[in-house]
């Protein structure tokens, strides 16, 4: 017999255990950062000296050191201006309200098109191939139909980049939440069923419940997919105050200073990460779900 | 007619599959209230049917099922019976007690009541202290008791049990059954039991069911006189063995030498 006190000890034990791996994980991010700056450096040394011109030729265009892409953080772009980083951070700002929105609004869209999708086959049948197709348009031709069209209706530039960043980020969302609503254990719908539960009580009290770790899965992929929507959906708008401006921008001035460039690319992904942790302690504050190696 | 009315009463009822399958043949069989009745039989012989026939979770193809003077459908949507699965079918995203608050709200208890009745089930099956559990944490066992205060939590009059110790080893099963008499006792519900051993069969119930397969209908019905309450000596005495041998020449009987055993009782 097991008591109350007893099952707790267990559970701790896994968790400390689970402590021990957060530190070598912790330990484990210097050697991997050290690692990947170690190999562009190697690679490009073993380039520059051998003079080896495949697959490209390497040169501080091409393959810039690691330490000015990061030193180019603190100077300017234009005498006197602020440095990098300012305006970097301002319009890393600026997409991430942009991609939020859009993450938002695709999160909701794709949610409740899964739910009507479960509900019904023949909505699924009809409706489903509609929405596989959407996703194989490329995001560059429908761009600037919804900024010109929806900013014929005075909607903002960046809620129309909000929009296509959804036009993203709903779909994976859909799918797997469509997957996780149907995903039942027969037992658990019998027992609904013993309850003589209507449609309504099943989706809330177990389909949605059962489905979550699906939806943050789909969320996760979303996450980052809703920074790409918002920086690519920048472009077509014309928009100069986000990352995706930034870049365009920086395209220009790629031969003179290519660090730029390297540098904005380095927020975009630490934008892409941050999405990305904030669905993950979402995740597991919302799921506290058996441990996997718990006996 | 004697006695008070029946709380199961079934009249020639058959279930045939679509695919062409006969599960159940001519079933007829009145359990009354207070009754622990289990249904044995070997695999195909379609008791797991005839319970979810009887909690209207299947349709009969022919014949009449009564629950509690109505129809089993009319039953259901009153929620007159708590069901019991062979796995516990708990939800891993509630707590224990919320677990067993779950049909409790869908019945629109308010909070206060919930809460009391869920400590009082806790406590009937021995898991003080267990109620913010994750049901994760618990052992088979304890599982399958809080899948039990579950199905009992809003005093249905009728205990549907299918198979719940069969996935649990010979010394927990025992326990549990010693558990699960002392509840009934308690609860004073009746009970329909579907199991596939025959001393389990013999000590819990009142009566019997023996089941025969392809198609499933019941071969015989065997009275279980032993006295109550049963305790751990119930399974030592004499009377006891003799049950159990009439129950096993009862499948026997009816059962063909060397039969295939088919997995067609589910669906």
Redesign the interface.
């Known amino acids: 017999m ?3 006190a007893e ?2 000890t ?2 701790e034990r896994v968790r400390s255990v689970r402590a021990d791996e957060r530190v070598m994980r912790l330990l484990l991010v210097p050697v991997v950062i050290a690692a990947l700056w170690g190999g562009w450096e190697l690679y490009k040394w073993t380039w520059e000296t051998t003079g080896w011109t495949w697959p490209f030729t390497v040169d501080d265009t091409t393959m810039p050191h690691i330490h000015d892409i990061f030193a180019a953080f603190g100077r300017p772009v234009q005498t006197g201006g602020p440095p990098l980083i300012v305006s970097l951070l301002k319009a890393a700002w600026f997409t991430a309200k942009e991609a939020l929105a859009g993450f938002a609004l695709g999160a909701v869209v794709g949610f409740f098109l899964a739910v009507g999708l479960a509900h019904s086959r023949l909505l699924e049948r009809g409706l489903l191939p509609y929405v596989v197709a959407s996703q194989t348009v490329p995001i560059l031709a429908i761009a600037p139909m919804v900024v010109v069209g929806l900013g014929s209706k005075g909607v903002q530039g960046w809620q129309s980049v909000a929009v296509i960043a959804a036009y993203l980020t709903f779909f994976p969302v859909a799918v797997n939440e469509l997957r996780g609503l149907k995903a039942v ?1 027969p ?2 719908l ?2 609904m ?5 209507g449609r309504n ?1 099943i989706l809330w ?2 389909r949605v ?2 489905s ?1 770790p699906y939806l943050f899965t789909a969320l996760k992929i979303s996450a980052t997919a809703s920074v790409i929507g918002a920086i690519i959906g920048e472009t077509p708008a014309s928009i100069q105050d986000g990352l995706g401006g930034a870049i365009v921008n920086f395209n220009q001035y790629y031969s003179l200073e290519p660090t730029f460039l390297w540098a904005t690319n380095v927020i975009c992904a630490c934008l892409g990460v941050a999405f990305f942790l904030a669905v993950s302690v979402t995740e597991r504050i919302v ?4 441990p996997e190696n ?1 006996a | 007619m004697t006695g008070p009315a029946p709380v199961v009463s079934l009249k020639g009822v058959s279930k045939r599959f679509t695919r062409g399958l006969t599960a159940l043949v001519d079933i007829d069989l009145d359990v009354r209230p207070g009754e622990f009745v289990s249904l044995i039989g070997p695999s195909g012989c379609g008791k797991s049917t005839l319970l979810r026939v009887i909690g209207d979770l299947t349709d009969a193809t022919e014949g009449t099922v009564v629950v509690n003077g109505k129809s089993a459908h009319q039953a259901r949507l009153d929620h007159d019976y708590g069901i019991v699965f062979q796995d516990a079918v708990l939800y891993d995203w509630r707590t224990v007690g919320r677990n067993v608050s779950l049909p409790l709200e869908m019945l629109g208890w308010d909070r206060s009541r919930r809460k009391e009745r869920v400590k009082d089930m806790l406590e009937l099956v021995e898991l003080e202290g267990f109620e913010s559990h994750r049901p994760w944490q618990l052992s088979g066992g304890m599982q399958q008791r809080v899948s039990i205060a579950r199905a009992l939590s809003f005093n249905p009059s009728l205990l549907l049990m299918d198979e719940p110790f069969g996935a649990l080893d010979e010394m927990t099963r025992e326990r549990l059954n010693g558990q699960l008499l002392e509840i009934w006792e308690q609860s004073k519900s009746t009970v329909v039991f579907v199991t596939h051993s025959i001393p389990e069969a013999v000590y819990l119930s009142t009566r019997v069911v023996v089941m025969s397969p392809r198609p499933g209908r019941i071969a015989e019905l065997v009275d279980i006189d032993l006295p109550q309450p049963r305790t751990f000596q119930t399974r030592e005495e004499p009377r006891f063995f003799e049950l159990v041998t009439q129950v096993r020449e009862a499948l026997a009987g009816r059962t063909g030498a060397g039969a295939p055993v088919a997995p067609e009782e589910r669906f």
């Open positions: 097991v008591s109350a099952a707790t267990r559970l254990d037992r658990s019998e027992l069923r013993s309850y003589a539960a009580a009290r177990l419940p059962a979550l799921l506290r779900r058996a718990v």
